[in-house]
């Protein structure tokens, strides 16, 4: 409580210590600000929040409340304080709103002039010229107020520590590295500059020029209107009236909508800004849940793909060996006819479904729905199969739920965030951005267990390397130590695990030496970890595809879960075990039900309570044959028990391990139907081909890998005659005989709620706008941010210590010298088939490429850019090579990002995990072969690209120095 | 037995839809009288800067505007704003097409010609065009031609 005296009134406030500004506006005080942002805190560059406390004028936003202080606001010193500033910043900014992209209602220098009754402005062009190199977004520096947000937001925000201001410039301005040019500096293109700068000077190329009326004048004749306007006369009143009505009649031909992003499963939710089908920018809000204003180059700047000549519009049939359009009738006549054929003549089992990941929670339910009702089959499965399945499974055998343990808030909470297996700075590159503001800002530890030296293992504080596929020996081991020097979490084992005893007894052989051996790692490298959970309050490990696509997936995530619960760190706030999810809706499309063993909300597919409570709302019996998982599938389709495959949005054919073998299963089925929006190489095997519609066409939710809930609403409809996949479906069961009626999606989510009691709650009302729910949602809508608060998910609420042992991976022949790494870039989601539909993604990342470290390069005698054939006991490929020390020694790393002949799942074998069938992706071994040259070489890495170019890390925006400069004078004194 | 196909059949016209849409009305107006083509290539003109889209706009966000003229300006910076729409709405009258009255007259019959021969839902550019000929919209088309000439500029000097 404070007791203050506000324009000479006493009041008192409940919240001492709270921001000035806040309060100042919470008791109707107009108080001016421009540099402040709720998200990015004080920054002290405008200096046009001045207020007189205790007699002094001070920044309000920088000002904390105190006791006892006396405010005035309307004193003639605080308004010509604030005028000063205010006509300062406007020496930096020409107002030219009218023909301005920004003047939409939120250009927040606008709104303030406005608001305070500018009438005049002195500009002040700055010397410098707009830098437009980047494909995304561009800088004019003399739009540019010096307000810093651009700053602070890439140096702390998102951390990736390109922008600083040079205030030693006369006049200074926002610089990228060195001065480079943006699209040569080491910028990622994540646009949150853009997003946050408040005025036009840092913003997308995709609105310039065609958000306003008449923005697309050619500069030269922008600059003779704007001084012909000037000439005729400097007051700016009438310019205001002008460009307010102007913006009010953009904004009803601008429709903003809410979305959430279609590539990772972090869950980034934006507003994106259409005009028709025009997509004019994707902006992230404030009240975003799980990113705020950040955002990622894919998110922010990569949907052209929704517009692309490429995409399919019409339904396709296979006949002979072309493909023709169709009209849906005939389309969906045909699939319902050849389903029912096949189920009469091999019975329902002899169907498949592969399930997407991409669509919404609606859809992927639907989908599991019409396998298990209508086709009456419970082979139904997800892309989860290639990559957390594993994960899930470690997570089921120890703490009952196989899901995150909390939120990326827990996560940014923590005081020690490991990774094992994922290189979340390109993954999850919005999600790691909040582990290394953690590290910046709050000293948080990081620990990074990684092949490969990524970002995050550049940042790490402790770096570990162990031999690929040794990761449970280097777990089991520290587990071990830590309980040889006695610094288990006594009170948590004993109060809430079970099962302690046996594990303890199954770490017998882990010891320093053994791990030493099989790791490669030092003794004091895995003594070093032990010491660093050892002095961690809280932990939290997040994995990936680096641990689960291995022989021993399963194991090893479970032994990344038994280290968590030996140090106490699962059932707290800011601790637990984060599979982090790779598609925006892998998350969702499992939990909604797309699994063989699983009934919707992980009700298990043989409990008799939760199929008796399905059967009762769907009012049929459920199938009652174990499915199939996707991989499985493929071996089905081989030995010929499945015979139709319906694949949803999954290019099956490049995801699988071993390409050449599913490429043979699907020549050898008697009916395949892809649904996609392109017509990609698993669709180019179909018989019949339909077209979908994207994420920004369609409503319903996704859940991220936060187990967050989020809706995503259509900004227009299905291009063509593309369809939602929701509705495919639903049209396909009422040929087959089953009357389904789900007016829309909101439908289909009440009946989910019905079925599975961890979404009980979830509703569309309940997730309106920017809502967002973290199941388990009970009935009455509270949600769970945080699992296992008071008790884990088995009968008895314990957790499950659950010993796992490792054996050595089945080893390939000695000629395969080389152990191959794989994985994403930031750039590019998987295949590529909608991220190279972007030309600027194409421009900074055009192709795939190989790693090899420069000792391996010098003995093979490989240069940069010279194209090597890569060997592996199932195929071959050829691919370019990039030199680079991110690898090490005799390990190669290939992107994922090739559909053709630099596809990787060219050379992976399908040796699989053994609990969840997901094939062992990351332990193929290869040999290498140079390729002689046939002309000049180039390096694969686009001059464009930021990789490897140096970061310049500071704090902030360095206020300090702008209050150095001998120019510089503060307003009022 | 499902070998790859990697390629499909072209879409029923390339290009855009917008493209598309252009191209059978266009056929429709041919059909109708060689001048409608002078004038639609007019009117996708006006459309391609924005003109047309300006209008409708205007029109949508007339409640909007009402409000920002009411609640955020000074009444008397209104009554010089209306004055200067005025004048400038004057001296663009004789700018503004004779072709957008003609059409006014014209078009209805043509565009119903057009419509009958048209296989497709109603097309946006029949409604552009429809929508063009409404008085209102015309008078939005001017307005705001008139704000955006009048950047600032003082009316009484
Ligand atoms: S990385 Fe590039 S796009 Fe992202 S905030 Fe920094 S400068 Fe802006
Ligand atoms: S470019 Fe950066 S410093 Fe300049 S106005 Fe925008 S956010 Fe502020
Ligand atoms: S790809 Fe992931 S990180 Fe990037 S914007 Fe989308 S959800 Fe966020
Ligand atoms: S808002 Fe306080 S100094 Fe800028």
């Known amino acids: 409580m404070a007791r203050i005296v506000l324009d000479g009134e006493p009041i008192e406030i409940a919240t001492d210590g709270a921001s000035l500004l806040g309060v100042l506006r919470d008791q109707g005080r107009s108080v001016p600000s421009l540099c402040y942002h709720p998200r990015l805190g004080p920054l002290e560059t405008c200096d046009t929040c001045l207020t007189l406390v205790d007699g002094k004028l001070v920044r309000a936003c920088a000002t904390a409340l105190r006791d006892g202080m006396r405010i005035e606001t309307r004193d003639p010193t605080v308004l010509s304080a604030r005028e000063a500033a205010i006509a300062r910043v406007t020496q930096d900014h020409e107002f030219a709103c009218t023909i301005c992209d920004r003047n939409n209602g939120d250009c927040e220098l606008h709104n303030l002039a406005v608001a305070t009754g500018v009438t005049h402005q002195d500009f002040r062009p700055k010397p410098y010229p707009i830098d437009d190199s980047n494909p995304f977004y561009s800088y004019n520096p003399s739009q540019c107020i010096l307000c810093g947000r651009c700053v602070e937001a890439c140096q702390d925000v998102v951390v990736n520590e390109v922008l600083h201001i040079d205030w030693t410039l006369n006049p200074p301005r926002v610089v990228w590295d060195h001065g480079t040019p943006i699209d040569r500096s080491s910028c990622v293109s994540c646009g949150t500059c853009a997003t946050i700068c408040p005025v036009d000077a840092m913003m997308e190329k995709s609105m310039r020029g065609r958000a306003g009326h008449f923005s697309d004048l050619a500069p030269v004749t922008r600059d003779r209107l704007v001084r012909w306007t000037k000439s005729a006369s400097p007051d700016l009143t009438p310019l205001w009236v002008t460009s307010e009505l102007e913006a009010a009649t953009r904004s009803a031909s601008i429709r903003r909508t809410k979305t959430v992003c279609t590539f990772c499963g972090v869950g980034c939710s934006f507003e994106v800004w259409t005009r028709g089908r025009e997509v004019l920018k994707v902006l992230p809000k404030p009240e975003s849940p799980a990113n705020g204003i950040a955002s990622c180059v894919k998110g922010k700047f990569g949907y052209e793909f929704v517009n692309s000549p490429n995409r399919l519009t019409e339904p396709l049939l296979r006949k002979g060996h072309e493909f023709v359009t169709a009209d849906w009738e005939e389309a969906l006549d045909r699939v319902a006819a050849r389903f029912r054929e096949i189920r009469e003549r091999h019975g329902p089992d002899s169907i498949a479904v592969i399930a997407t990941c991409t669509g919404t929670d609606e859809e992927a339910y639907l989908t599991q729905k019409f396998a298990r009702q209508v086709l009456g089959t419970n082979n139904v499965d997800n892309c989860a199969r290639y990559c957390q399945a594993p994960a899930t499974t470690g997570l089921f055998r120890t703490v009952g739920m196989g899901a995150d343990a909390g939120t990326i808030d827990d996560i940014e909470r923590a005081e020690l965030v490991m990774t094992i297996g994922s290189n979340a700075a390109e993954a999850h590159p919005v999600l790691a951005a909040r582990v290394k503001r953690a590290q910046k800002l709050r000293g948080t530890k990081i620990l990074v267990v990684d092949p490969r030296r990524h970002e995050l293992a550049e940042r790490a504080d402790l770096f570990l390397s162990p031999r690929p596929g040794t990761d449970l020996v280097l777990l089991n081991a520290v587990a071990r130590y830590i309980l040889d020097q006695g610094w288990e979490d006594r009170t948590f084992i004993r109060d809430r695990t079970v099962n302690f005893e046996k594990f303890r007894d199954a770490l017998e052989r882990y010891t320093l030496d053994f791990a030493v051996t099989v790791t490669g790692l030092s003794r004091e490298e895995i003594v070093r970890m032990a010491e660093m959970f050892h002095e961690a309050r809280s932990a939290c490990i997040l994995w990936a595809m680096g641990v689960t696509q291995h022989q021993n997936g399963s194991d090893t995530s479970t032994a990344i879960c038994n280290l968590l619960l030996v140090t106490g760190n699962f059932g707290r706030p800011a601790t637990g075990g984060y599979p982090l999810r790779g598609h925006c809706n892998v998350q969702g499309v499992s939990d909604f039900g797309c699994l063989p063993t699983f009934l919707p909300g992980y009700e298990r597919w043989d409990d008799p309570i939760a199929r008796q409570r399905v059967e009762k709302e769907w009012g049929t019996p459920l199938p009652t044959k174990k499915g199939l998982t996707s991989t499985e599938i493929v071996d089905a389709i081989l030995d010929g028990r499945i015979h139709a495959l319906y694949i949803l949005g999954e290019d099956k054919l490049l995801a699988d391990a071993d390409e050449a073998k599913v490429a043979k299963a699907f020549e050898k089925i008697d009916f395949l139907v892809v649904q996609d929006l392109f017509l990609t190489r698993t669709a180019q095997h179909a018989d019949v081909v339909l077209p979908v519609a994207a994420s920004l066409e369609k409503e319903g939710t996704f859940v991220s890998t936060e187990r967050r809930l989020q809706r995503l609403y259509p900004a227009f409809p299905p291009l063509g005659h593309a369809r939602t996949d929701g509705d495919i479906v639903i049209d396909l069961a009422r040929r087959l005989g089953f009357a389904w009626e789900y007016p829309g999606a909101k439908e289909v989510l009440d009946e989910v709620a019905r079925v599975a009691p961890i979404f009980a709650g979830a509703s569309f009302a309940r997730l309106e706008g920017f809502s967002s729910l973290l199941w388990p949602i009970a009935a009455d809508g509270t949600d769970t941010p945080t699992l296992h608060l008071d008790r884990f998910h088995f009968p008895d609420g314990k957790a499950h210590f659950f010993p796992v042992d490792w054996s050595e991976p089945t080893a390939t022949g000695p000629e395969f010298d080389l152990e191959l790494d794989n994985g994403r870039l930031l750039e590019h989601f998987h295949w590529g088939n909608l991220t190279y539909e972007t030309g600027g993604i194409r421009h900074k990342v055009p192709g795939t490429f190989v790693e090899l470290s420069p000792s391996l390069a010098a003995e093979r005698g490989v240069r940069e850019g010279e194209w090597v054939r890569l060997v592996s006991s199932t195929g071959s490929l050829r691919a370019r090579a990039h030199i680079t020390e991110r690898v090490r020694d005799r390990t190669l790393f290939l992107t994922l990002h090739d559909r053709g002949e630099s596809a990787v799942n060219r050379l992976t074998s399908d040796v699989r995990d053994g609990p969840t069938t997901t094939p062992d992706y990351k332990g193929a071994r290869v040999r290498l072969e140079r390729i002689e040259p046939a002309g000049p070489i180039e390096s694969p890495v686009a001059v464009s690209n930021p990789r490897g170019k140096p970061r310049e890390p500071q704090r902030g925006v360095r206020v300090d120095a702008k209050w150095a400069r001998p120019d510089y004078r503060f307003p009022g004194s | ?157």
């Open chain 2, 1 to 157: 037995m499902a070998k790859a196909i990697s390629t499909r059949p072209l879409p029923p016209a390339n290009g855009s839809r917008r493209a598309r849409t252009g191209a059978s009305v266009s056929e429709a107006l041919d059909a109708s009288a060689d001048s409608l083509r002078n004038l639609l290539e007019l009117i996708r003109l006006l459309d391609e800067k924005g003109f047309l889209r300006l209008g409708t706009d205007v029109l949508r966000s007339e409640d909007r505007m009402i409000s920002v003229l009411t609640e955020r300006v000074d009444p008397a910076d209104v009554r010089a704003l209306v004055r200067s729409v005025q004048r400038l709405g004057a001296v663009l009258g004789p700018v503004e097409p004779e072709a957008a009255r003609w059409l006014g007259r014209r078009l209805p019959n043509a565009l119903q010609g057009a419509r009958q021969g048209e296989a497709e839902p109603p097309l946006a550019a029949l409604d552009i065009l429809k929508a063009l000929s409404e008085p209102d919209v015309n008078r939005g088309v001017r307005m705001v031609l008139g704000f955006l000439r009048g950047i600032g500029r003082d009316p009484d000097r």
